[in-house]
C-alpha cells in the first residue's frame, strides 16, 4: 500500500464571479520513504498541491472534488480535529520562508517543546531532551543553547535546520517541501538538501519536494512529477525525465538550462508564457508554446499515455519518439 | 507571444473600468458605502445647486421679514405652508438657508483640506525624499504644530485677527480666514502620512531605476512617487474634509467662525441656540441633524475607503 | 586579463569602499560601556576595497552569496550610492564624485537593469509613458514623432509587443516586465549596462528568453555588461570574465573558462563544487563549515579564514593580497601563495 495516494485531486479558488481551476484532477502517489519532486513554474500548481495535500487551503480555495488517502484514510473528508492531529504529527510540511514558519516572538525551545506536548503525553524534561536530539540530528551546534533563542538571533541556514529540526520532531510519514531553500545561498542550499537527504533516506520518511530547480530535483529525489497549468504533463523515474524528456514542456524546460547550451550561444528558449489560471487554452494547455501542435493539442485536452515507466500527457509523443529515432539514425 | 487575451477588441470607457476594478467591485458589494455615497451626493448635489433650489435668498435682506420669525417646520402646528422647516430668529426660510449653509461648510471644508493637501503633500515629500536634516527639522515642526489642538490655533489666530481688522472687515473676509486656519493648522496629517509612504516608495527600484534615467528630483518626486502615493492621501482626504466641517462648525458656534447674515451649518446652530429654550428648537436641531448626517457618511466613505485601498487589510 | 592591453579600459574601480552606518542620529551612537558613556558607530562594511576593470565588449559577472555585497557594487557604479573611499572611472573620467547635472551625459551611457520587475516598472505609468519619459528627458529636441520613432524601434528590438503600449505594468507577467525594463534602458542608447540580477525572479523558461534578449542586444548593439548574479549556470554561460565577491572582498577574478575549468581560491572551489547538477547522481560538494559572518565585525584577516579548511594564523591575521597567477587570473589567497593548496586535503 502506498503511503499517500491522490486520484482526480482538483482544487479551485472561488473569484469574484466565478471560479477558477487550479489543479485540475492530478493524481499520483508516494511510496513509504520515497522521494517525489514536484517540478513546474510559477503558477503550475505546484505549491497548491503541497497546501491541498495538509488540507490547508483556505478561502478562496477550496478542494472541490478528488481524494487524498494518507495512510489509508481520505484527508479530504477529515475534521479539523482529525487535521490537527495528523498534520505536523504523521505529515509535515517545510515552507520556503523560515520566517513565516518560526514564530518571532516565542524561543525555539518553547516551539519545538510545546509542538511536542501537544501531540505526545511527555513532561517539559521529556520533550526538552527530544528537542534536544532533533536539532542534534539537523548538526545544530551547542542545541542546548540554540533552545533558548528567537528566532531572529539565528542565520538563515541555521533557522531552515530548525524547521527541518521541527519537522521532524513527531517522526512523520512524510514531509511536504515546498521551496525549502530557495531563500538560502548555494552553499547553504547544498548543506540543507544534503541533510534532508540524509534524515530522509536513515529514517524512511517519504519525502515530497516541491520547486523550480531541475538541478534539485535531481540530485534530490527518485521520481517526479512535471506540472504545467495545473496538470502533471509528465511523471516518472527522475533519472528518466532528466536524462530522456518526452512531454515537449519538459525538454523545452531542461534544454532552456544554460548548462545545456556551449557559452554564449542562444539558449533554446521557449517562447511565451505560462497561461493565467483565468485563461487557459482549450485543448492541450501547452499548445501555444509547442511547436510541434496540432489542430488535435489546439481542441482536446490529451489523455495520459504510458511510455515504459514514463506517462506523459502529449497527443503528439508518438511522433515525436519516431522523429528522435530517426534524427539518431541519421547520426 | 499569446497577445490575444491582451488585445480586447474595443477599449472599455473609464467609467466601466473603475466600475469592474477592485473598488467599484467592493464598493458594490458594501451596502454601507453606497447609502453613505447616495446621501453624501443628495447633500453635495442640493447644496451646489442651493440657488436653483432655495425658494428664498437668505443673503438677500429684501427677502427677509421679521414679522415671519420662528414660525415652527410644517409637522407641527402653526407652520406656514411658504417655510417647509420652518423660519430662523430673523424670519430667513430655514430651508434656504441651510441649503446655503451647507454650500458654505461643505466649500469651507474641501478648500481648507485642499490647502492642507497642498502644504502638507509638498513638505511631506520634501522631507521623505530628501531625508537627513531637512527632514528632522520638517517633522518636528510638525510635531510642534500637533502638539497644539487645531481649535485652539484657530481660536487664538481668528481672536487676533478680529481685533485686527475690527469685526465688519473681518465679517466680509470671514470664508478666507477660516480657510487659512483650518488649513495651517492640520498640514501634518498630510505630511507624515505622505512622508511615511515617501519613504516606503523611495526604496523600490523604479525610483532607483527614474535616479538612473537622470531624472531630477522634482520630477522623480512629482511624477513617479506622488503617483503612487495616493491612496492613503485619499483616504485621509475624506477623513479631513469631515474634521474641517466640524472644525468650521465649532469655530462658527463660538462666534469666531461665519457671521450670522452669511450662515454656515455652524452659526445656523449658534444662532438658534438662543431660542432653544424658548420652544424654537428647530433652528438648532435640524441643521445639526444634517451636520452629524454630513459628517457620518463623509466618515464611513472614508473608512470603506482606506478598507479597499489600505493593502495589507486587502490582503489579509 | 591576459589581453587587457589591446582592449580599451571602460569601467575601472580602484580601492571601492562602501561602510553603511547601523547607527543613525547622535543619540543612537552613545553607549554605556564600563561604567560610562561612549560614542561608537557601528558599521556594515558592503564593499572593502575591491578593483575591477571592465574592458570594451566584455561581460564581467560578479557573482556571490547573499550580504556579499555584490549588488552594493553595482549600485556605486551606477551612482545610486556614493563611495565612502575610492574611485570609479570611466572611459577615463573620475564619475563617482560629480554632481547629478555633471553625471546627466553618462546617464545616457550607463543604464541598469533591475532585479526585480515587479518593482522595477511604476505601477501608475503606462508602458508608453515608462518608454517615452527617458527619451524625451534626454532629447528634448526631439519631436514628438522622433521619440515615437526611438521607442518603436526599441520595442521591436526587444520583443515588446507594440499593441501592449497604453497597458499598464500590473497587466504584463515578469517576463514581459522586465523585456519592458529593459527596452527602458536602451531607449538612450547606452553602452555600457549594469544588470542587478535581471533574471532570478523569472522563471526557468523565461530566465533563458530574457538571457538570449541580453545576448542579443550585447551583439547587436555593441553592449558591456556589469552583470551582478548569484547563479552560476548564468555566468558560465553569459559572462567572459567573473569576479568572485565574498563579503565584500574579491577573492578571484579569471576569465570564464579559466575560473570554471581551474578554480583556485577555497571559496571559488566550494561555490562551484554547490551548483545542483542535472546529470550527476551524487553531489560530491564541499562542505564549508559555519555560515557566512556579518559584515558588520569584519575579521582582521581573511574573510573566508573562518569558514576555511586551509586557514592558518597567517589568514587570520593578515588580509591576503591579490595576486596575478600565470593563467591570467588574480586570487587573493595566502594559501595558494604558500602552495598550501596543493597538499591533499580534507574534502577535496
Known amino acids: 500500500m502506498s503511503l499517500l495516494s491522490v486520484r482526480d485531486l482538483t482544487v479551485k479558488f472561488a473569484m469574484r464571479e466565478n471560479t477558477v481551476t487550479a489543479l485540475n484532477g492530478i493524481s499520483f502517489d508516494v511510496a513509504k520513504g520515497e522521494r517525489l519532486g514536484i517540478v513546474g513554474e510559477s503558477g503550475a500548481g505546484k505549491s497548491i498541491t503541497g497546501f491541498a495535500l495538509m488540507n490547508l487551503l483556505s478561502r478562496p480555495g477550496f478542494i472541490d472534488s478528488g481524494q487524498i488517502m494518507f495512510e489509508g484514510e481520505d484527508v479530504v473528508g477529515m475534521n479539523d480535529k482529525q487535521l490537527r492531529g495528523m498534520r505536523g504529527n504523521r505529515m509535515a510540511m517545510i515552507f520556503q520562508d523560515p520566517m513565516v514558519t518560526l514564530n518571532p516572538v516565542l524561543t525555539i525551545g518553547q516551539q519545538m517543546i510545546e509542538t511536542l506536548m501537544a501531540h505526545r503525553k511527555l513532561s517539559r524534561e521529556e520533550a526538552r531532551q527530544i528537542a534536544i536530539v532533533k536539532l542534534r540530528e539537523v548538526y545544530i551546534p551547542s542545541p542546548e543553547d540554540r533552545l533558548d533563542q528567537y528566532p531572529h538571533e539565528l542565520s538563515g541556514g541555521m533557522r531552515q535546520r530548525i524547521i527541518i529540526a521541527i519537522a521532524l520532531l513527531l517522526d512523520p510519514q512524510l514531509i511536504i517541501a515546498d521551496e525549502p531553500t530557495t531563500a538560502l545561498d548555494v552553499t547553504i542550499q547544498a548543506d540543507i538538501m544534503e541533510l534532508l537527504l540524509e534524515l530522509c533516506q536513515s529514517n524512511q520518511v517519504g519525502l515530497i519536494l516541491i520547486t523550480h530547480d531541475l538541478g534539485v530535483v535531481s540530485q534530490m529525489t527518485e521520481r517526479t512529477l512535471v506540472m504545467y497549468a495545473g496538470r502533471i504533463i509528465e511523471s516518472g523515474r527522475t533519472r528518466e525525465i532528466i536524462n530522456d524528456p518526452q512531454h515537449p514542456y519538459t525538454q523545452g524546460l531542461i534544454n532552456a538550462l544554460p548548462q545545456q547550451t556551449l557559452p554564449g550561444q542562444r539558449l533554446k528558449q521557449i517562447p511565451g508564457n505560462m497561461p493565467s489560471l483565468t485563461n487557459i487554452p482549450p485543448g492541450c494547455p501547452f499548445n501555444p508554446r509547442c511547436e510541434y501542435a496540432t489542430d488535435l493539442c489546439r481542441s482536446r485536452i490529451p489523455e495520459i499515455s504510458h511510455f515504459g515507466e514514463v506517462e506523459v500527457a502529449c497527443h503528439e509523443v508518438q511522433r515525436l519518439q519516431s522523429n528522435d529515432a530517426r534524427q539518431e539514425a541519421k547520426a | 507571444m499569446s497577445t490575444e487575451s491582451l488585445n480586447p477588441t474595443a477599449e472599455p470607457s473609464r467609467w466601466t473600468k473603475i466600475w469592474n476594478s477592485n473598488m467599484g467591485y467592493s464598493f458594490r458589494k458594501n451596502p454601507v458605502a453606497v447609502v453613505s455615497m447616495i446621501i453624501f451626493l443628495m447633500i453635495a448635489v442640493a447644496a451646489f445647486f442651493a440657488p436653483l433650489i432655495a425658494p428664498y435668498d437668505p443673503y438677500d435682506p429684501a427677502s427677509i421679514d421679521i414679522m415671519n420669525s420662528e414660525y415652527p417646520p410644517f409637522w407641527v402646528d402653526g407652520s406656514l405652508p411658504d417655510f417647509s422647516l420652518g423660519t430662523d430668529d430673523q424670519g430667513r426660510d430655514l430651508w434656504s438657508t441651510i441649503l446655503y449653509g451647507t454650500r458654505l461648510s461643505l466649500l469651507i471644508g474641501v478648500c481648507a483640506v485642499a490647502l492642507q493637501a497642498f502644504l502638507g503633500i509638498s513638505i511631506g515629500l520634501i522631507a521623505g525624499y530628501v531625508g537627513g536634516r531637512l527632514d528632522s527639522l520638517l517633522m518636528r515642526l510638525a510635531d510642534i504644530q500637533l502638539s497644539f489642538s487645531t481649535l485652539m490655533v484657530a481660536i487664538i489666530f481668528l481672536a487676533v485677527t478680529q481685533a485686527m481688522f475690527g469685526s465688519e472687515t473681518f465679517n466680509q473676509y470671514a470664508v478666507f480666514f477660516l480657510i487659512a486656519v483650518i488649513g495651517v493648522a492640520e498640514w501634518p496629517q498630510y505630511a507624515r502620512t505622505v512622508r511615511a509612504t515617501v519613504l516606503a516608495e523611495k526604496k523600490k527600484e523604479y525610483v532607483d531605476s527614474a535616479r538612473v534615467l537622470g531624472f531630477g528630483p522634482g520630477r522623480i518626486m512629482v511624477r513617479h512617487i506622488l503617483p503612487n502615493s495616493l491612496s492613503p492621501i485619499f483616504v485621509i482626504s475624506t477623513v479631513q474634509v469631515a474634521n474641517a466641517i466640524i472644525s468650521e462648525a465649532s469655530l462658527s458656534f463660538l462666534g469666531l467662525g461665519m457671521p450670522p447674515s452669511q450662515p454656515s451649518l455652524g452659526s445656523l446652530i449658534s444662532s438658534g441656540f438662543d431660542y432653544i429654550f424658548s420652544g424654537s428648537w428647530w433652528i438648532t436641531v435640524i441643521p445639526g441633524v444634517i451636520l452629524v448626517v454630513l459628517v457620518l457618511v463623509i466618515n464611513l466613505l472614508g473608512d470603506w475607503m482606506r478598507d479597499v485601498l489600505n493593502p495589507k487589510l486587502y490582503k489579509g | ?348
Open chain 3, 1 to 348: 586579463m591576459k589581453d587587457m592591453a589591446t582592449q580599451t579600459l571602460l569601467l575601472e574601480i580602484k580601492g571601492l569602499e562602501k561602510r553603511f552606518d547601523l547607527d543613525k542620529g547622535f543619540l543612537e551612537t552613545v553607549k554605556f560601556k564600563d561604567g560610562r558613556l561612549t560614542r561608537e558607530t557601528r558599521s556594515v562594511h558592503a564593499v572593502n576595497n575591491v578593483n575591477l576593470d571592465v574592458a570594451k565588449g566584455e561581460a564581467l559577472c560578479v557573482v556571490g552569496e547573499s550580504g556579499c555585497g555584490k549588488s552594493t557594487v553595482a549600485r556605486l557604479v551606477a551612482g545610486l550610492l556614493a563611495p565612502s573611499a575610492g574611485e570609479i572611472h570611466y572611459e577615463g573620467q573620475r564619475i563617482d564624485d560629480l554632481s547629478r547635472n555633471e553625471m546627466l551625459p553618462l546617464r545616457k551611457k550607463i543604464q541598469m537593469i533591475f532585479q526585480n520587475p515587479y518593482a522595477s516598472l511604476n505601477p501608475r505609468m503606462t508602458i508608453l509613458q515608462a518608454l517615452e519619459e527617458p527619451v524625451r528627458h534626454h532629447n528634448p529636441k526631439f519631436s514628438a514623432a522622433e521619440v515615437r520613432d526611438k521607442v518603436t524601434e526599441v520595442m521591436m528590438s526587444v520583443g515588446v509587443d507594440p499593441t501592449w503600449i497604453k497597458r499598464y505594468p500590473h497587466e504584463f507577467s515578469g517576463g514581459q516586465r522586465q523585456r519592458i525594463a529593459i527596452a527602458r534602458a536602451l531607449t538612450v542608447d547606452p553602452e555600457f549596462i549594469i544588470a542587478d540580477e535581471p533574471i532570478s525572479a523569472l522563471d526557468v523558461s523565461i530566465q533563458a528568453q530574457v538571457l538570449n534578449l541580453m545576448l542579443e542586444a550585447k551583439e547587436s548593439r555593441g553592449l558591456t555588461y556589469l552583470f551582478i548574479t548569484h547563479d552560476l549556470s548564468v555566468v558560465e554561460h553569459f559572462g567572459t570574465r567573473v569576479a568572485v565577491l565574498y563579503l565584500g572582498t574579491v577573492c578571484e577574478v579569471a576569465d570564464t573558462a579559466t575560473l570554471f575549468s581551474n578554480p583556485k581560491h577555497p571559496y571559488t572551489k566550494a561555490l562551484l563544487s554547490a551548483v545542483p547538477q542535472l546529470k550527476d547522481d551524487r553531489p560530491n560538494h564541499i562542505r564549508l563549515k559555519g555560515e557566512i559572518p556579518t559584515p558588520i565585525n569584519l575579521p582582521q584577516g581573511c574573510p573566508f579564514e573562518s569558514r576555511c579548511i586551509f586557514a592558518n594564523g597567517r589568514c587570520k591575521s593578515e588580509k591576503p593580497r591579490a595576486i596575478h597567477q600565470p593563467d591570467g587570473s588574480i586570487v587573493a589567497c595566502h594559501a595558494l601563495e604558500e602552495g598550501r593548496l596543493d597538499a591533499d586535503a580534507p574534502g577535496l
